[in-house]
Nanobody
Framework: QVQLVESGGGLVQAGGSLRLSCAASGRTFSNYAMGWFRQAPGKEREFVAAISQTSISAYYLDSVKGRFTISRDAAKNTVHLQMNSLKPEDTAVYYC??????????????????WGQGTQVTVSS
């Protein structure tokens, strides 16, 4: 089992920044590609960003490219999502997730085995 705990959400004005963090525990962190997903009210959950086990590769949702950056800290078993130039349409609950171990980085939620409880991000206009 892998336990994931997100933090860093909140209310911010459009154009502002937030940094989400996800602390992982329970298994060898370096075995897992990690991702961030989000779900806005009345919408399906969507992929936001993912990072490979060694941080060599990263994928992003097109609408967040150039604004969001995913990173991981192996020493602290933590993954971050730096969100800049936030827009009202970024408002959602953001979830951290860990893929099945030893699998290649993916945008597909079906390949993620473990999920955090979510953290609310609200961007006001």
């Amino acid at each position: 089992q892998v336990q994931l705990v997100e933090s860093g959400g909140g209310l911010v004005q459009a154009g502002g920044s937030l940094r989400l963090s996800c602390a992982a525990s329970g298994r060898t962190f370096s075995n897992y590609a990690m991702g961030w997903f989000r779900q806005a009210p009345g919408k399906e959950r969507e992929f936001v960003a993912a990072i490979s086990q060694t941080s060599i590769s990263a994928y992003y949702l097109d609408s967040v490219k150039g604004r969001f950056t995913i990173s991981r800290d192996a020493a602290k078993n933590t993954v971050h999502l730096q969100m800049n130039s936030l827009k009202p349409e970024d408002t959602a609950v953001y979830y951290c997730a860990a893929q099945k171990p030893f699998t290649e980085i993916s945008r597909s939620s079906s390949l993620y085995d473990y999920w955090g409880q979510g953290t609310q991000v609200t961007v006001s206009s």
